[in-house]
């Protein structure tokens, strides 16, 4: 069973400074690994998609990066803003189609 | 596209009702998943289709809990009896394929008293 965990589960930084979301998974057998943005009581925005053919993936001021082999993943989020706090997931597509979560990270972002 | 849609966004109910969530994938998108999401357990896999057959739904977690999906643009998760426990916002999700970008709905949050 894939097994995905988010470190750290909460972070708070001032406004500008660069964010790194970390994600790892257990089984390296994944046909790509998605992040998601979950704000408050809606539901979830996917940002990115890489797929396990790929190192990383670029969106504007978002970059995520993935090392299959050591089952791990990184969203790095560059000069954030207050409007980036929200609850960032990772999520896994394990080669039975499943989509296996990360608890999450919540990230504050100080004005 | 207007994107995943689920109804209704909320609902209470009480003890031992059934209870019906309703879904509209993405048009053209062939697969579609069923999560529950709490504080406690976080997301939760319920079940997932594929061109409207279930592959799996080792995550049901009861006899009471049914998926149905009689066509490509709509689908159904049913709790009967409903119990306080099942309280939780469920998400229902879709992809072009088993293996492609998910994109969910704005969740329906059950409250069952």
């Known amino acids: 069973k894939q097994e995905v965990t988010q470190i750290p589960a909460a972070l708070s930084v001032p406004e500008g400074e660069n964010l790194v979301l970390n994600c790892s998974f257990t089984d390296s057998a994944i046909y790509n690994l998605q992040w998601f943005r979950q704000d408050p009581g809606k539901g979830l925005t996917s940002l990115l998609l890489i797929q396990s053919s790929q190192r990383e993936q670029t969106s504007g001021r978002l970059n995520a990066s993935l090392d299959k082999s050591s089952g791990r993943s990184t969203l790095y989020i560059a000069a954030s803003q207050p409007g980036d706090s929200a609850t960032y997931l990772c999520a896994a597509r394990s080669n039975d189609y499943k989509l296996s979560f990360g608890a999450g990270t919540t990230v504050t972002v100080r004005a | 596209d207007a994107g995943v849609i689920q109804s209704p966004r909320h609902e209470v109910t009480e003890m031992g009702q059934e209870v019906t969530l309703r879904c509209k994938p993405i048009?053209?998108?062939?697969?579609l998943f069923w999560y529950r999401q709490t504080m406690m357990r976080g997301l939760e896999l319920l079940i997932y289709f594929n061109n409207n057959v279930p592959i799996d739904d080792s995550g049901m977690p009861e006899d009471r809990f049914s998926a149905k999906m009689p066509n490509a643009s709509f689908s159904t998760l049913k709790i009967q009896p409903s119990e306080p426990r099942d309280s939780a916002v469920y998400f229902c999700?879709?992809?072009?394929?088993?293996?492609?970008?998910?994109?969910f709905g704005q969740g329906t949050r059950l409250t069952v008293v």
């Open positions: 048009s053209g998108h062939n697969s």
């Open positions: 999700a879709s992809s072009p394929g088993p293996s492609t970008e998910a994109f």
